[in-house]
């Protein structure tokens, strides 16, 4: 979907920062015991630190690396929704387990127990909510917001079809 640098920072950071929150509520209500309204402001607290990491992983080493390992399985002619989701099944596949290692080592009692312990609990959820959530929604907004350049990048040069 992003065509430019700047479009892939923006959608970038819109991906990460809802992938991030949803995952650090889950967490949270793991931890908490359940999901209450202290949960979502709780949550708040680790986004400045976890957005930022899971930006840049993404935005510099796992997009690329994931795209590589779609294609392994995909075809450049397979419908693109197909191909999307290729590539973000295995971004889940790289982030959820890095991710899952740095929540450990920042919040929790750093051990392979533990990580192994957070990350088990942590890929069907990431799973689910990039799928199903964040993913729809993340491409929503990116269009909305960029719906004019979208529509101009769309249209083929004058004389080709």
């Known amino acids: 979907m992003p065509k430019t640098l700047f479009q892939k920072i923006v959608f970038t950071i819109i991906m990460a920062t809802i992938m991030v929150y949803g995952m650090v509520v889950y967490n949270v209500a793991l931890n908490t015991g359940g999901v209450t309204n202290q949960t979502f402001l709780l949550a708040l607290h680790e986004l400045p630190i976890m957005v930022p990491v899971a930006f840049i992983l993404e935005f510099f080493v796992v997009e690329k690396l994931a795209t590589r390992l779609a294609f392994t399985f995909m075809c450049p002619t397979d419908r693109p929704q197909f191909t999307t989701y290729a590539i973000s099944l295995m971004i889940i596949c790289i982030m ?8 450990t080592l920042l919040f929790k009692e750093p051990s392979f127990g533990t990580w192994a312990h957070t990350f088990g609990c942590n890929l069907p959820m990431a799973f689910f909510w990039q799928m199903f959530y964040c993913g729809p929604l993340s491409r929503l907004i990116f269009r909305t917001l960029f719906k004019k350049q979208l529509a101009a990048q769309n249209i083929p040069a004058q004389g080709q079809k």
């Open 96 to 103: 959820c387990p890095i991710m899952s290692l740095v929540a």
